[in-house]
Nanobody, 119 residues
Framework: QVHFVESGGGLVQSGGSLRLSCGGF????????MGWHRQAPGKQREMVAI???????NYVDSVKGRFTISADNSKNTVYLQMNNLKPEDTAVYYC?????????????WGHGTQVTVSS
């Protein structure tokens, strides 16, 4: 059964850095895109970054120039390098992927990892 697991969250001071990882497990035949969403307390979940199979990327405006998404499709893994973190980046970060498996093409979400940025 396909599933994705995040790691790398934690507590960091404002201006610090964290690197999130998300690995996919199970019989994954192809990956169309992978990305990260986040949800802060009392707010709706928002897209943070996405990377497509051709390597193209897109970011929400608030993280441009600070966050970098990358992927290693051979390992079914997506990364999010977060630099110059701000308190407003505090949220639960979820990875997601649109993949082809024995079940067809589907979306998969991780369970989330907490990122807390102190001022």
């Amino acid at each position: 059964q396909v599933h994705f697991v995040e790691s790398g969250g934690g507590l960091v001071q404002s201006g610090g850095s964290l690197r999130l990882s998300c690995g996919g497990f199970g019989k994954i035949f192809d990956i169309d895109f992978m990305g990260w969403h986040r949800q802060a307390p009392g707010k709706q979940r928002e897209m943070v970054a996405i990377i497509f199979a051709d390597g193209s990327t897109n970011y929400v405006d608030s993280v441009k120039g600070r966050f970098t998404i990358s992927a290693d499709n051979s390992k079914n893994t997506v990364y999010l390098q977060m630099n110059n973190l701000k308190p407003e980046d505090t949220a639960v970060y979820y990875c997601y992927a649109h993949v082809l498996s024995s079940m067809g093409r589907s979306d998969y979400w991780g369970h989330g990892t907490q990122v807390t940025v102190s001022s």
